[in-house]
């Protein structure tokens, strides 16, 4: 008898993986102008740096940064991560509630493992992240979306349906979010806090863009106005100092909560490495970031910005979203117009980006794409969307 | 209104994590002879080594070993994997099927979720490694325990519990074996690829202790006789080079299998990091394994010995495992003796252990005990098992 793919869990079985793989493969090919991926700059990286930091980090542990570590984390990088979230963020928290994980995609893993039973509601954006949307559905949990403005989701529609179904969860990036660029306005997450605590759901506040904002003032997190315990606050240093690390956290404030998602990680990876935790817990520690952050927001900002203008090539009637931070800009075709059509024009054009269809749990929207501008020279990004312009049009 | 824990999902609510966390603890205490965990010496971890790696890790991949990768790891670590598995252990596999994971811990949680609905039936070892156990309860397997002597899982047992309970996957760790040390005997190893493929079963084959041999002929792995794509293989480099590294690999027969796994990685932590798949892979490339291994297995070895030769001063009637290999020797007192009682008396002479009834899906067995050796010096593993002989003995 040969293995054969009934032997699949259920869970597994309608799970086919990243619809827009073969997209991302486009990003392979050098000649390929591609608004489609969501990395960092390589000029945001930095490998001198740490290669210092690894030497410090085994000068400093030795051998244990060799040996098996807590599942709990380094306690250097969980009291530093603490700061630097109650400090920017205002995430309520001490080292106790902080959780460092591989990426904030195992922060919200190891949440959903914590919470979730097949058939619960989770409210989610829409448009929302796609990995995310991977993610719920391989706990079996049932999405329902939540219609979004200019300011993030909409207080009144939100409240209606929780009311109607009765969520155990909302997820949602309320910075920049991804795909739409958009943040959640401040009165709003105040009142999702409050919201959270009236009906008894827990927030998943996805928060791994906010320190790349390039203009306006920095909003408190959602966490900020939780009084009661409910906002689970999910960060990354992905985005910040280097995807490739994977390092991650996630603000817990229910000490029992914490504890069932450390016997996740547990059981799943036992603990994540100690020379990547120890990299990042030295970042920090050394006060790297803010100057870091500063240098790179400027260089996204000038690549955000060519990527606003290049709209002036697109079909009359394109709508667009001018983030104030972050790594995406959304855009909405004239009525009709469908992007995936388009994608497949652009290809053949040399130029690539996500049909917005994608990041929908519903489907549809049809006429709607996003596109990364932190991977591209300002002069690729101009040619770029030119040559995407044309290729709408057709 | 407050979180609390009602919220927490079915699979989590019954899992309290480890239970002899409480004596990892004690682990801590430079006073503590602890025979109680299962790290590698620290004599056996090589920060210097690694220094080097991770700055011609940098060298080689610059800007890419920080910016996100493929879920499926690194080329050259799969290839190097590959070659590993398939020339010491008789692994039936290429590169394409390795997919390289958090240490082997992970492979076994990626293979659960892509094959275990609740209820679905497991066969294990009993005893056997209590982070097995945990993983596939947190799944809500139904775990059959498979009578031992030995040489191993008896066979004609095994082919009664598979007639009798219909396995989705058998759970098995083959050489020196967590907790007991004991090896399956070769033709065991074949009859137990025949059964898997007659009757339709998954292997787990948890081999992570595999090189880690100082007496008699390696065997080759039951892998090595699965004509039928049902046996995926699980190794780790936690043992061999270093845990807090996190690199292990799951050699995947079928690769629609594989695939589902890499969907299950993708969505919990997307990928490992890079520097830490860069080390092990530069570690194997340059051919620094077999001359490491035969260093760490002599002093692994001595140290063996100074422990079996502490049973003397254990009652009369105990008996014990004669590993050829491995960290673990597991020992069972005359019948009718306590170890969890001994372990309290122990505590106080500052010598630590597992009792045995934890590795047990089952309870009971509360005479024997797991004893690890890799963490004292031979001084005190001499004078740990004295003063453990005389604790038992009360």
Known sequence: MRFSEEYYADQMKGINGSVIRDIFKLLGDPGMISFAGGNPSNNALEPEVVR???????????????????????????????????????????????LPVQGSSQAFDLLLKALINPGDVILVESPTFLGAIQAMRIYKAQLVAMPMDEGGVIIEEVEKLVQKHHPKMMYIIPTFQNPTGRTLLLERRKALAEMAAKYGFVIAEDDPYRDLRYTGEALPSISSFDEEGWVVYMSSFSKYIAPGLRVGAAAVPHAGLLRKMVIGKQSSDVHSPILTQAIVELYLEKGLLPGHLDRICGEYRAQMEAMLEGFACFPEGTKHTVPQGGLFVWAELPEGMNATDALNRAVAQNVAFVPGTHFYPEGGHENTLRLNFSMQTLERIREGMERLGRAIKG
């Open 52 to 98: 210092c930091l690894v030497c410090e980090a085994i000068d400093r542990y030795g051998t244990n940064a060799l040996q098996y570590g807590g599942t709990e984390g380094l306690p250097g990088l969980r009291k530093g991560i603490a700061d630097y979230l109650s400090s920017t963020a205002g995430v309520r928290c001490t080292a106790d509630n902080i």
